[in-house]
């Protein structure tokens, strides 16, 4: 419940009498059939130029007027009741004019009035450039568990580590436009924004009483238009107290995100620390309306304010809020809009216009939410996931929210604290700062542009005062083939440039060091010098380069090279990594699933098992003939979901020649039985025989003995694998062909979904869809039994019988811990270099061990361990990964 004080609503009907009255923005939403939301009864109109001017606002006879006879005709017509100009000031500056903010009204007429004819009747007249309904856009908030750690994204944004450079400056204005706020709250009323000539007792705070006990004495002190704005204004009912109704959480929540009083040994921290904000209400509980946006945008920009946050939006665009972002943004702000919680790759605005970066939402571990929009169109992406900050004490004054809506502040509030770092920076320089500054995201959405600049950082906008910055740009191989290829039986020197970024300090005394994952090969020399390495330049290791050997034996692979730098002063980044080929691939897979993009099964299967392969189009390309396939000792052909022509008489008759010559064939599909049933290919060269289609059983537990399920079952159904197991055949094995699995509770047991053979070559066929075999850990998953397969097949497999390599060689690479500094909790990631079981230990650099974490592993798996360091002093600690091989070490440092 809000208190309402007297003085002040005859305050408001001083102000808005000369400017018009407030409109209605409580009244009901209307959706229309697109989908559309807006306010009842209610249109935006934006008068032409020339009629600048020419508007004189009246009542006569309950019909509110221009004093323009064309509108005025049509104000009769309707019904209109009321005129509510969106720009109130009594002067209008050039780039308002620019954009006809001085030339918007709201016309209000009856609630349950159709406003389709109402809007055509007025886009007729010569006088309107354009008619909008007044748009109602929701928040973008999602419910969440009030339990999550709090406030974990100060970590992630390096906050503590900025904070100790700068911690923000009073005069630096961020606006947050939402459903108001508890401004008595005590984690938010030291840094409320004061409007100091309003500030009638000048006691420096909001006394809500009226005058001379407080600051409500209904003159508006500084002409602006809106009297006894001392912490900002209530858009939605013309006052002067912005306060949420009830329960409404989301503006004081969004509100804290940015500017909770930090460092009073109260609540939360916000973003900018020492940075103001003002206090405004543009909607209620759900949403709110944009003549309430805009009338905000209209208020804040003249009063000096530097950003302006709106976690709010809709699919639909409005002109006028369009043209109120472009006014903020020209008169030198900055704006950030929320992406919207769908999970969809969707535009909403108002983060979509022009001038405003549209902020998606990450989570933990700086990847996206499920939830939040992504696009080539999102700017930033943010921390938004349990987000803890403040909520009104009706609702007990903290909470933990998800959603578009947190991130929104959250980039906001870097945003003012960048411009409390450097007060000289423009909103184009800022928002390029923020950009700069963004972190790269290990999400695949990233990488196709669709998350922005990445995920924002407090930290790398101050790095590089105390930093150089190598970013590895290049790399070569010096090889015995001459190819720029390390293959087999090569002593290969490979040199490597670094690029210093631009602004950064110069890095002088620059060294690297060189990891290899890779079967069998040797580094020979695995450091490297570099020239010094100004910001702005770059320089490689040609005069001294990192030299390996890989054994004429070892299997064609993606090397992968792990490399870390250390210069004076230390690289912000030392650690990173690249692929490189090794050897022809021996590997074919053939996709012969017309179009069904079922190939990312295979290829990711053995990816896991770092082996070689090249794809071939069957429908791009036509049906590979024999010659193609007797270049590879493998062949993995799959027809997916194909029910008709899964093997054409040209494909029996290459796989005979490529079979007969020695071949070593993995053949998937659901049909191929059922279509070849009773042909000559089937039984002579797939050795088996169909028996009936359909089964409609996914799970195939293997047959104990059998090299390749070793009696581990496999789950052709969940949403692991393509999920696409829906007229898996039966087959019996014939001659010398065996069966590696069943079908649990078939009747006939003999009929299986899968047979293998050995004879003159080498067969594995899969008569239910290999794509569908689940991930889930549980059961036999596909990277594993490819990986049993290829052993079967003969084939040397990369990462198996290597000789032991040197742990120190393999230092670089092994562990990569992030954030760092970091606060409460760390995420140690590393390539396992044994099977079997790690441990992670952390010691205090006094020699104290503090954390223990252990882990079963499997060699090449990529692997991630969370350790809690809440109990942690802040200081130097050191991170040794225990195994079979050897011990790796990495630093990290803990601070708050």
Not at 19 to 42: F, I, K, T, Y
Not at 509 to 536: C, E, R, S, W
Not at 589 to 607: K, M, W
Not at 852 to 876: C, H, K, P, W
Request: proline share 6%; glycine share 10%.
């Amino acid at each position: 419940m809000r208190i309402r004080v007297l003085a002040l609503v005859a305050a408001a009907v001083m102000v808005v009498s000369a400017q018009g009255s407030w409109p209605d923005l409580l009244r009901p939403v209307v959706r229309s059939a697109d989908g559309e939301e807006h306010l009842a009864g209610q249109l935006i109109i934006e008068l032409k130029p020339e009629m600048r001017g020419q508007v004189s606002l009246s009542e006569k006879d309950g019909v509110a007027l221009f004093g323009i006879p064309a509108l005025d005709e049509l104000n009769r017509k309707w019904g209109v009741k009321l005129i509510a100009p969106l720009w109130r000031r009594p002067t209008v500056d050039p780039i308002a004019m620019k954009y006809g903010c001085d030339l918007q009204y709201l016309i209000q007429f009856d609630v349950n009035q159709d406003i389709t004819p109402v809007a055509a009747d007025y886009e007729r007249l010569s006088e309107v450039d354009y008619v909008c309904p007044n748009g109602y856009m929701r928040f973008d908030e999602v419910p969440n568990d009030p339990e999550y750690s709090r406030q974990w994204h100060f970590v992630n944004l390096g906050a503590p580590f900025a904070w100790g450079v700068a911690k923000g400056r009073t005069r630096v204005v961020n606006c947050v436009l939402d459903d108001g706020l508890d401004l008595f709250h005590p984690d938010i009323e030291a840094n409320l924004w004061i409007n100091t000539p309003e500030d009638v007792n000048g006691n420096g705070r909001f006394d809500t009483l009226p005058y001379p006990d407080g600051d409500l004495d209904g003159v508006d002190q500084d002409m602006n238009g809106y009297a006894d704005d001392v912490v900002g204004w209530d858009f939605v009912t013309g006052d002067a107290i912005p306060m949420p109704y009830g329960t409404n959480e989301h503006g004081t929540h969004c509100w804290g995100i940015t500017n909770a009083v930090t460092n009073n040994g109260v609540g939360v921290a916000g973003t900018t620390w020492n940075s103001r904000s003002m206090a405004l209400r543009c909607g209620q509980e759900g949403g709110i309306s944009i003549y309430a946006a805009i009338g905000a945008i209209y208020y804040l920009v003249p009063m000096n304010a530097w950003s302006i946050s709106m976690s709010f939006g809709s699919a639909s665009p409005y002109q006028p809020m369009a043209d109120a972002c472009q006014y903020a943004w020209d008169s030198g702000l900055v704006l950030f809009g929320s992406a919207g919680n769908e999970g969809v790759e969707a535009m909403r605005y108002p983060a979509c216009y022009n001038g405003v970066e549209n902020v998606a939402a990450s989570g933990r571990n700086d990847t996206k939410t499920s939830w939040s929009n992504y696009g080539t169109w999102v700017d930033v992406t943010a921390p938004g996931e349990g987000i803890y900050s403040t909520v009104p004490r009706l609702v007990g004054s903290y909470a933990s929210l998800d959603g578009t809506s947190m991130s929104c502040p959250l980039a906001a509030g870097v945003a003012c604290w960048i411009k409390s770092y450097d007060s000289t920076v423009s909103n184009a320089t800022c928002i390029q700062l923020l950009h700069d500054a963004c972190d790269s995201m290990p999400d695949p959405l990233y990488v196709q542009g669709k998350l922005g600049a990445g995920r924002v950082s407090m930290a790398n906008v101050v790095l590089p005062q105390y930093y150089c910055n190598l970013k590895l740009t290049g790399w070569r191989f010096n090889d015995g083939g001459g190819n720029g290829r390390p293959d087999p039986g090569e002593t290969v020197a490979l040199i490597v440039t670094y690029a210093n970024s631009p602004g950064w300090r110069t890095a002088t005394n620059v060294q690297a060091t060189l990891g290899v994952l890779g079967t069998d090969v040797t580094i020979v020399k695995g450091t490297a010098t570099f020239p010094d390495i100004p910001g702005g330049g770059s320089g490689n290791c040609s005069a001294d380069s990192f030299v390996f050997q890989i054994s004429p034996a070892a299997p064609p692979e993606m090397l992968r090279f792990f490399l870390t730098v250390s210069a004076s002063p230390e690289p912000a980044y030392p650690d990173t990594n690249f692929a490189a080929q090794s050897g022809s691939p021996r590997v074919l897979i053939v996709d012969d699933d017309a179009g069904q993009n079922y190939e990312r099964y295979y290829t990711s299967a053995c990816d896991s098992n770092r082996l070689l392969y090249d794809v071939y189009s069957v429908q791009t390309s036509g049906s590979p003939s024999a010659d193609t396939l007797r270049h590879y000792p493998v062949v993995i052909w799959f027809t997916g979901d194909t029910r008709t022509s899964t093997l054409t008489p040209t494909d029996q008759a290459n796989l005979a020649s490529y079979l007969d010559n020695g071949g070593k064939l993995i053949l998937s599909g659901q049909n191929i039985a059922y279509e070849l049933n009773g042909s000559a290919f089937l039984s002579n060269y797939l050795k088996c025989e169909y028996v009936a289609d359909s089964t409609g059983k996914p799970y195939l537990p293997g047959i104990v003995g059998d090299p390749l399920t070793r009696g581990d079952t496999m789950v052709t159904a969940g949403g692991g694998g393509a999920n696409n197991a829906r007229s898996s055949d039966a087959i019996r094995a014939l001659g010398e062909a065996v069966a590696c699995a069943r079908y649990r509770d078939y009747p006939d047991t003999t009929a299986v979904p899968m047979i293998r053979y050995s004879g003159n070559y080498r067969l594995v066929f899969f008569s239910v869809p290999f794509e569908a075999i689940d991930h889930s850990n549980r059961y036999l998953q596909r990277w594993t039994l490819i990986r049993r397969i290829f052993d079967w097949f003969g084939e040397r497999l990369p990462g198996v019988e290597q000789p032991p390599v040197a742990a120190e060689s393999r230092r670089p690479y092994a562990l990569r811990i992030t954030p760092n500094p970091f606060s409460s909790r760390a995420l140690v990631e590393f390539t396992a270099p044994v099977t079997g079981g790690v441990e992670l230990r952390v010691y205090s650099l006094s020699g104290q061990l503090v954390s223990t974490v252990s882990r079963q592993v499997n060699f090449g798996d990529y692997v991630r361990m969370n350790v809690d360091a809440r109990e942690l002093t802040n200081g130097i600690y050191l991170f040794q990964l225990v195994t079979g091989e050897g011990v790796y070490a990495q630093k990290a440092a803990v601070l708050r």
